[in-house]
């Protein structure tokens, strides 16, 4: 056994001869060597949720190792940014490839730190290889410079273009390790920026050994930083120095992190919270409706910013809906393996699971109905919960309105697509919705409606996530600015004018009065109506 992740063609973080659960010792050690901590520092332990043991500690920074983090991406980063975008883009070509081949180990600490089954870590690995994928080929040509029309045709010659912010700070959350701990990084380095990043605890070790790889992929040192500490302080001063926000995690965390940013007039990006509507309507193809809904509602156990948690049923199939969804929920494989087959792992934590038994108590001392689930299981580890249906929720029950982030789905009934439209309308969040009918057209008609940021027609989530060229991204408290496609790039840079300006311009030519130049001018724009140009 090695003391080190074997190397990178070892298939596994788990050493083959030790139980599981664990990670190779010295592991962690290793991993930390990479953040920016002080001799001496606090630590902290790294525990899994699958079992509750501990897989190592991780060394704290402080608010002087972020400083001295900021120092060292400032230095770095005007040199990147000096390099054209199609040389910056190519780590993400090689780190496309080395995801996908370390994918085995990766998943063992997803799965370790997360407690999430092998296929949701897998998706994880497809995301970041899809984003690399996707700015690897457009990043260069989203950060191209532009020419747009002048205000004067042919004489004022103006072009669009791009700089970097300067240093991003990245706060990344919990839920999905490796791919909402980097994902952010990789277009706002692309875009000729530094970062500062900081990984939740309970993440960190998958995010530091993504960062390895992206070291491996050739990403100039220096530019890329990583701090590991809690939200309130480590978290907070990363935000504070940034040249832009990038907060990932609770809509009342980021009404804080906005509310600071805006002090300082830099701009944030915040992907918040959300409490998303499936529709089920009239049409739709119950048997794949269903079998998507498992998959949409309880996938990393209900963790995931893009879950259904409100199951909206047309009243002509609600109850042919439910005959085949509830016994699929209830016939969900549960467990604890570091293998594929699972269908649903872990909560994250005892907060998490207090959180959901609550809302379900709550719902049933309330009169809601338990149509699968309801219970803890800590036959299978001390974080497990089942996935749950109820129904007849009620306004007055908190899991009416607030998100649960856990395997817990409400059913409702309507008579029709509007009103379903309004129900789906009817929350303070706006981030995902899926709409399921055989009549696509009508599917893209009722989405058009949707107050919400991405909308999965025949799918619950994974169609609008992973169609990395199309924006992703909240409404309403769900959020402000997108990930993916442009904007998802464009948003780490600042957009500038140079215009050039030929000939006499915008000077009063010598000898004309004022009122000639006005009514001259005036006869230009009509002009410049007719010809079609603005
Ligand atoms: P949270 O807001 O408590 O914490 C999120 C992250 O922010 C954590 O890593 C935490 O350490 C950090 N943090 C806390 N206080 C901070 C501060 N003052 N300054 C800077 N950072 C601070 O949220 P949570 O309960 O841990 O995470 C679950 C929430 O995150 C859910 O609401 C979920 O919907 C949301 N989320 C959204 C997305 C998305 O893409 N929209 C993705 C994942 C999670």
Not at 411 to 438: F, K, Q
Request: hydrophobic share 40%; charged share 20%; glycine share 10%.
């Amino acid at each position: 056994m090695t003391d080190l992740l074997p190397s990178d063609t070892a298939s596994s973080a788990l050493p083959q001869s030790t139980p599981p659960h664990v990670i190779a010792p010295g592991l962690a050690g290793r991993l930390a060597r990479r953040a920016i901590t002080s001799p001496g520092a606090q630590t902290y332990d790294c525990v899994t949720p699958l079992t509750g043991g501990v897989l190592g500690s991780l060394p704290q920074s402080t608010v002087s190792d972020v400083e001295t983090a900021y120092k060292a991406a400032r230095t770095a980063q005007s040199r990147w940014a000096g390099l054209p975008p199609q040389r910056r883009v190519v780590f993400l070509r090689r780190l496309h490839d080395l995801v996908l081949d370390q994918q085995a180990e990766l998943m063992d600490l997803i799965q370790l730190e997360s407690g999430k089954t092998r296929v949701q870590a897998f998706e994880e690995v497809l995301d970041v290889a899809g984003v690399s994928r996707h700015y690897a080929r457009k990043g260069p040509s989203y950060l191209a410079t532009h020419r747009r029309l002048g205000a004067l045709p042919l004489l004022s010659q103006s072009r669009e273009l791009r700089h970097p912010k300067g240093v991003v700070g990245i706060v990344a959350p919990w839920n999905y390790p490796l791919s909402m701990s980097i994902t952010d990084a990789l277009p706002a380095l692309v875009a000729g920026n530094a970062v500062v990043l900081r990984p939740d605890n309970r993440s960190a070790l998958t995010a530091l050994r993504a960062i390895e790889l992206i070291d491996r992929a050739g990403l100039p040192e220096g530019v890329l930083q990583v701090v590991l500490g809690d939200g309130p302080t480590v978290g907070n001063a990363v935000l504070e120095r940034a040249d832009y926000v990038m907060f990932t995690g609770s809509t009342a965390t980021g009404r804080t992190v906005a509310a600071r940013a805006g002090e300082r007039l830099v701009g944030a990006s915040l992907e918040l919270g959300g409490k998303n509507p499936m529709y089920v309507a009239d049409d739709a193809d119950v048997e794949a409706a269903a079998e998507c809904a498992v998959r949409a509602m309880f996938s990393s156990a209900g963790q995931l910013c893009i879950s259904i948690e409100r199951l909206i049923l047309h009243e002509r199939v609600a109850d042919e809906f439910l005959k085949v969804f509830v016994p699929r929920v209830k016939a969900m494989k549960l467990g604890a393996d570091l293998d594929w087959g699972n269908d649903m792992g872990s909560l994250i934590s005892a907060e998490q699971l207090a959180k959901v038994t609550e809302h379900v108590d709550d719902a049933v001392a309330h009169g809601a109905t338990v149509l699968a689930g309801g219970k803890a299981r800590p036959d299978l580890g001390p974080y497990f919960y089942e996935p749950t249906v109820l129904d007849g929720v009620q306004e007055s029950m908190q899991v009416c309105r607030n998100e649960t982030f856990g395997p817990v789905v409400s059913v409702y009934r309507v008579s029709s697509d509007a009103e379903a439209i309004a129900m789906a309308n009817d929350t303070d969040y706006g981030l995902n919705a899926s709409v399921w009918t055989r009549d696509t057209a009508r599917g893209r008609r009722i989405g058009n409606r949707i107050r919400c940021g991405t909308v999965n027609v025949n799918e619950g989530y994974a169609a609008a996530w992973a169609s990395n060229g199309a924006p992703m991204g909240g409404m309403k408290q769900s959020g402000l600015g997108r990930r993916h496609g442009a904007e998802g790039i464009q948003k780490f840079t600042e957009s500038q004018n140079v215009t050039v300006q030929h000939g006499p311009g915008f000077a009063i030519p010598k000898g004309i009065s004022q009122k000639t130049w006005a009514r001259a001018m005036t006869a230009g724009l009509k002009v410049m109506k007719k010809a079609g140009l603005s």
